[in-house]
């Protein structure tokens, strides 16, 4: 790396790049070209991660426009747009993602989306296929493949490793089966099955450093248990509320009922009313930073619009206050709509 600020090592002027905002690096680059070259190597995001200077991104897909990731930058208040995700199916949903060694997961999912250039469906209800961002890069390539297509499934990060469970087959039918990715080897393994399947969606958080497994509809869980003789799934009778859910700072927050509960010795605490967002559906909920984030969504039939109105909108709770306090920050500048994906990528 040639010189990058005068009368500096390089080390040391690499340290002070780093000190910088992710969301002001688009400027940087137009310093000079050894200034783009080092805003654009991985060398300056593991010295962000030795100095602590890594900051939590908002990474977000909506139904609308088809297959675009969008990235938010909380300090900054600024939105990103990515390069559009190269897959083949349209309109890809029903998928997971997840972020893990500083890039971005997206597994799986499928359409039942219309080609507007053929007028015929894409028919893919589930695929194998998983994709990853590099924000480094600012690219996106392929991994291998899941052992199991799937869709509607539980995915989490132990470990810096993804685990998959459940969901439902390119032939539509209820799995039991999962798997774990390593993403220095890029390779996928069998792990135990979970205990039973079920005939309805199922999604993943990890809370007190266990993967839970939810089933929409189900009051019980299915947690994975790690041991010296490996993986096992076991069922716990908690009775979890339904509804939207995000982890902040391991503590696990839900809406139901117009209310934010978050869970405090096997009770839910009332923390704040969300009666205003009454009628929208299809938000993303998610926690970064001592906040909760409310991102875009449909406003359909109960809120203050007529029909379905397609939102850009992002709500943020500050939950460190007391009492919790909402604000407004600034709406998507791309997707809207029903949010398909949403995770929070440390970089």
């Known amino acids: 790396m040639s010189e990058l600020i005068e ?3 390089d080390a040391v002027a690499l340290r002070c790049l780093a000190m910088v905002p992710f969301y002001l690096y688009p400027k940087l680059e137009l310093v000079s070209r050894p200034w783009q070259a080092a805003i654009r190597s991985s060398d300056l995001f593991t010295t962000r991660k030795e100095l602590g ?37 349209g309109h890809l949903a029903n998928f997971s993602v997840v972020s893990t060694a500083q890039k971005l997961f997206v597994l799986g999912g499928g359409s039942d989306a219309v080609d507007p250039v053929t007028g015929e469906r894409y028919g893919c209800f589930a695929t194998d296929e998983v994709w990853v961002y590099d924000p480094v890069a600012r690219q996106w390539a392929t991994c291998a493949p899941m052992l199991v297509p799937r869709s509607m499934f ?14 439902f087959t390119s032939s539509r039918r209820p799995t039991s089966q999962a798997e774990i990715y390593n ?17 309805s969606p199922c999604y993943g958080v990890v809370y007190k450093g266990k993967m839970h497994v939810l089933h929409r509809s189900l009051s019980t869980m299915q947690v994975l248990i790690s041991d010296k003789s490996g993986f096992k799934w076991v069922i716990e009778n908690d009775c979890w509320l339904q509804g939207p859910a995000a982890i ?18 096997a009770k839910w605490k009332q923390i704040v009313s969300v009666s205003e967002f009454r009628g929208r559906i299809g938000f993303a909920m998610i926690g970064a930073k001592g906040k909760i984030y409310i991102i875009g969504g449909v406003a359909g039939p109960g809120s203050q619009v007529q029909g379905f109105q397609p939102l850009s909108d992002v709500d943020v709770l500050t939950v460190d206050n007391n009492p919790p306090a909402w604000h407004k920050a600034s709406p998507m500048t791309k997707c809207h709509g029903t949010i398909i994906g949403c995770a929070l990528l440390k970089l």
């Open 7 to 9: 009368g500096l090592p």
């Open 53 to 89: 200077l890594s900051e939590d991104l908002l990474c977000v897909c909506a139904y609308q426009p088809e297959n675009t990731w969008q990235l938010y930058d909380p300090l900054g208040d600024h939105w990103m747009t990515l390069p559009l995700l190269p897959s083949k199916i």
């Open 154 to 167: 539980a995915c989490c990060v132990l470990e810096g490793k993804i685990i998959v469970a459940g969901g």
């Open 183 to 199: 993403p220095e080897e890029n390779t996928w393994a069998p792990i135990p099955d979970l205990s039973h399947a079920h005939d």
């Open 248 to 265: 902040l700072n391991d503590e696990f927050y839900m809406m139901c009922h117009e209310h934010i509960f978050k869970q405090e010795a």
